[in-house]
């Protein structure tokens, strides 16, 4: 996969600025689980480019949803001043499921 060119400014499309559906997001941890101790979660991840074309988001979005992940991984203290509320449910799914 050729590697990834940002664009200046930002990319955007439809869904640039719209909320994080639980749907979506369960795809998105369900990646992030997979990967060992959360290494890859990068933009050029070709698994992150696959599952950005398959739920019509940006890979560096995709990527900023994993780093919200990996910081309830590690207990939820965390540098992000906006995390979602469907974050947090999407993640306490999973530790129900597993507990």
Do not use: T
Not at 52 to 70: A, D, T, V, Y
Request: hydrophobic share 25%; net charge positive.
């Amino acid at each position: 996969m050729p590697r990834y060119k940002r664009v200046s400014g930002g990319e955007k499309n439809d869904k640039s600025g719209k909320p994080y559906s639980k749907y979506e997001l369960r795809f998105i941890r369900d990646l992030f689980l997979s990967l060992p101790d959360g290494v890859g979660v990068h933009e050029n991840n070709p698994q992150i480019h696959h599952l950005s074309q398959r739920i019509g988001r940006l890979p560096r979005s995709i990527e900023g949803q994993m780093h919200m992940f990996k910081s309830l991984k590690k207990g939820g203290n965390h540098g992000w001043a906006h995390m979602s509320k469907n974050c947090r449910e999407v993640w306490q799914e999973y530790l129900d499921k597993i507990n």
